[in-house]
Nanobody, 117 residues
Framework: QVELAESGGGSVQAGGSLRLSCYAL????????MGWYRQVPGKERELVARISPGGGPDYADFAKGRFTISRDHAKNTVYLQMNTLSPDDTAVYYC???????????WGRGTQVTVSS
């Protein structure tokens, strides 16, 4: 069982930066593909970025060049550094984990990111 706890959301002006953190409580962090998704009302949840246990990242097109995902195995934590934010990035951001052995999926409760123009 894995529990995910996000932090770091908030409000920022366009052009600003935020760093999201997601702590994974459990003993399987090294087996988890960790990811960040986001969702706005009325739209489907979409992938922002994900990172494999070995550290290989994968980004949505809108995140490339602006967002950086990273993970710290010693802290069981994944980060999402978001730069050059725009109002279009306003959403609830969710941490996601997938166990590579059985593909069980876990979700955090989400953290709100609001970017004002």
């Amino acid at each position: 069982q894995v529990e995910l706890a996000e932090s770091g959301g908030g409000s920022v002006q366009a052009g600003g930066s935020l760093r999201l953190s997601c702590y994974a409580l459990g003993n399987f962090f090294s087996l988890l593909v960790m990811g960040w998704y986001r969702q706005v009302p009325g739209k489907e949840r979409e992938l922002v970025a994900r990172i494999s246990p070995g550290g290989g990242p994968d980004y949505a097109d809108f995140a490339k060049g602006r967002f950086t995902i990273s993970r710290d195995h010693a802290k069981n934590t994944v980060y999402l550094q978001m730069n050059t934010l725009s109002p279009d990035d306003t959403a609830v951001y969710y941490c996601n984990a997938q166990n590579v052995r059985d593909w069980t999926v876990y979700w955090g409760r989400g953290t709100q990111v609001t970017v004002s123009s």
